[in-house]
């Protein structure tokens, strides 16, 4: 019983040393593993079994990278932005700034409100009665609206893909356009009221 369990701690402790070998390749570039660091990773003593040469070429090679201070690829200062990418990243950023709109607002009118005494109709005249500028105003109402617009429509292109349509480049780009100027248009909408 005792070989199996040792048997068994071998293979984990390989496993580990590999992903320690494949993860030490990130670190390097970080600036997070000093030469002493990487050597230990990468010593045959800890690492999968691997010829003198090939271990002293792949430490030769993330040294030269982390000399050299290249960045990772693909990296945000050489990367060129794409519609479909900052889409997806505004989707999921207005997701999350409703999301924690929401759980703070119903908080304040659980919990603080009652022990303020506020309500929402307290709230809403006291905004009123600071007689805000228009402009401020209609700004305010476009901070509020255009994320939930946006949200909506690009979570209906989401459908769609769901279903299987609107994935040539051409139409992506289009859909994409259109649900961010279409968010625009609704949220004057919402304004409006």
């Known amino acids: 019983a005792t070989k199996g369990a040792q048997g068994q701690g071998e293979r984990s402790n390989m496993?580990?040393?590999?992903?320690?070998?494949?993860?030490?390749?990130?670190?390097?570039?970080?600036?997070?593993?000093?030469?002493?660091?990487?050597?230990?990773?990468?010593?045959p003593m800890i690492a999968a079994p691997m010829s003198a040469t090939a271990q002293e070429e792949m430490a030769k090679f993330w040294n030269k990278n982390y000399q050299l201070k290249r960045p990772m690829s693909p990296h945000l200062t050489i990367y060129k932005p794409q519609l479909p990418a900052m889409l997806s990243i505004t989707h999921r950023g207005t997701g999350?700034?409703?999301?924690?709109?929401?759980?703070?607002?119903?908080?304040?009118?659980?919990?603080?409100?009652?022990?303020?005494?506020?309500?929402?109709?307290?709230?809403?005249?006291?905004?009123?009665?600071?007689?805000l500028p228009w402009a401020l105003i209609v700004s305010a109402k476009y901070v509020l609206a255009w994320p939930i617009s946006y949200h909506a429509m690009n979570g209906v292109r989401h459908l769609t893909w769901d279903l299987g349509y609107g994935f040539n480049m051409k139409t992506l780009y289009k859909s994409g356009w259109f649900v961010f100027f279409g968010a625009f248009v609704i949220a004057s909408l919402f304004v409006q009221l």
């Open 96 to 131: 999350a700034a409703m999301a924690t709109a929401v759980y703070w607002f119903s908080y304040g009118m659980l919990v603080v409100s009652p022990l303020l005494g506020w309500d929402f109709t307290f709230i809403i005249n006291t905004i009123k009665g600071w007689e």
């Open 15 to 43: 496993a580990l040393s590999r992903v320690l070998v494949r993860n030490s390749a990130i670190f390097p570039r970080l600036g997070l593993m000093s030469a002493p660091c990487r050597a230990t990773a990468l010593s």
